[in-house]
């Protein structure tokens, strides 16, 4: 059975491919467990890190929202698809029909094209938590409402509404994971309005500084990319029983400040680490940032089997271990 | 000032239309109450009444949801929009594609050919309460999420979404109004899984026989033409800071069961009139119906001067009043 894997090319997309070569094996929609014979990659932007050497992967580069794509990615035999594809929330702010065309009318395509086949996929796709803003309770429950306030946002709150009915008509099996934050993030800061959480982490611990754009009591609801992996590995594996009538889920998650992030660089690594942070405010993406939720009490995913960091110094330990090679600049 | 009625030769768009040039002003983007210069209906079906003799009144007909038909029916001066049409529930579980054509990719294009304004339009959107669905409180707040369980309530909710983003981002000035099932609807039954609950209490009072496929345990949160349009028309004056970060609102209503609305029946007219409902399962529609809610408490709506009919009562005598001049069949 082939599995596909959009964005695979990226940060996360790249750790899902390698642990599914891995493990070999992914439950389709009948749950059953099934030999993974294939892992395409579908996307525009050249890996980071360099792809695993396996003669089972096949990487497709171009834009999978044009008309026509999306079923040159699919095939009979594809059994999952794992669509991580998006523009990310700054970009999709300031690009507006980028985003709309990327993140609302691809994940549609790939939707479309999912019903085309014979066996309908399982189908795992990556929301976020940038669903939820405006008038929001303190924390953010299982049935709070989604009222973006971000075009980011009210794109992936689309995207899953599509997801449900695509699954309630029997044209997919889907499942909407609604990311945390996830941090640290390895390589260059991106446009994502998040893009600070990571690089007030990973600048300082390879002797760089950094400009945080926000200030130090800000909270991020935050998971490693470790978590992450497993979150969707588990989305996937789940019996469609499971998700009952709703197939959003929000993803568990810990809260944590950037003053918390320096407290933890400052344990690992020193003051000197700590100190190569410097807080300049940028009202662009503190306007955005500001109006995420940072509070959660996810109760339905820890009953599914999903599992948080234990905190942040458990995130950032994994973060050199990953991708420093267990080593950091003093 | 023009205004459009996409859906206007319906039974809720006419009485709109009629309103509109009664009043024969409206407010604008800027809260500046204005001259109806114009009254543009664009539908793709003749009225079943005549439409009002008006010369500021303009009727095209076709599906607004082709390419680059939206855009004809906006010029500079339309100053607000009303987005009445709609493929229908049954018809949009059945109909897929032309659901989400009509349904969501309509709204799209009318929200883009909006955009494409030198001055956005107020733009008021008949969504439905069919976003709610699945596992609900037994009473639907305003802070209840939307997790539709038809197509139709997932394009509304989708687009609902979309109205949102588009008003944040300024391309319009929005407002989606979640409308209860309209009763006594005049004319034929639809194939909106809600007709029965017009059916039940039309064809008894003009001396037919008519099925019910409900049982009559089965509730409906109800509104009456008369106060429907009164909604309308006040979701398009009031201020755009009334609306805050949330464009989507609940309408008020009743909540009538089908054995009070047979009651209603032999109040007015007597058992006769009554014993005209046969009751008839039909599964299909029990499904759609029974995943509704029933029970309500929009308090937003209220304190923004919404107005629901005060009983079940005073919306058949409206019905009669209004469509059978003054008279039943005893």
Request: include cysteine.
């Amino acid at each position: 059975m082939k599995v596909l894997v959009t964005g695979g090319t990226g940060f996360i997309g790249s750790r899902l491919v390698k642990a599914l070569l891995d493990r070999g094996r992914v439950h389709d929609i009948d749950d059953k467990e099934r030999e993974i014979t294939g892992v395409r990659i579908a996307d525009v932007t050249q890996p980071q890190q360099p792809l695993p050497e396996d003669e089972r992967l096949e990487t497709i580069y171009g834009d999978f929202s044009e008309p026509g794509a999306a079923e040159q990615l699919l095939s009979e035999d594809t059994g999952v698809v794992f669509h991580l594809a998006a523009i990310v929330s700054g970009q999709a702010e300031q690009e507006f029909d980028l985003g709309m065309r990327i993140n609302l009318d691809g994940t549609r395509r790939l939707l479309e094209a999912s019903r085309s086949l014979k066996k309908p996929p399982r189908f795992v796709f990556s929301s976020s938590v940038a669903v939820y803003g405006g008038d929001m309770p303190g924390v953010i429950e299982d049935n709070t409402p989604t009222t973006p306030q971000t075009s980011y946002g009210s794109q992936k709150a689309g995207s899953e509404l599509l997801v449900a009915d695509y699954s309630r008509k029997g044209f997919v099996d889907g499942r909407s994971l609604r990311l945390p934050t996830i941090i640290v993030r390895p390589g260059k800061p991106n446009a994502a309005a998040s893009s600070f959480a990571s690089s007030v982490l990973r600048e300082p611990l390879q002797g760089q500084e950094v400009i945080c754009p926000v200030a130090d009591t800000t909270g991020v609801w935050a998971l490693s990319p470790r978590k992450v992996v497993d979150c969707f590995l588990r989305a996937a594996e789940l019996p469609t029983d499971a998700w009952g009538m709703n197939r959003s889920l929000c993803l568990p998650g810990i809260t944590v400040t950037v003053a918390e992030m320096m407290n933890a660089l400052r344990e690992i690594g020193g003051e000197g680490v700590a100190a190569r942070v410097r807080f300049e405010p940028d009202p662009f993406i503190e306007k955005i940032v500001y109006g995420w939720p940072t509070r959660f009490s996810p109760k339905r995913c820890i009953g599914m089997g999903f599992k948080a960091d234990n905190d942040i110094r458990e995130i950032v330990e994994g973060f050199i271990d990953d991708y420093l090679g267990g080593e950091f600049v003093h």
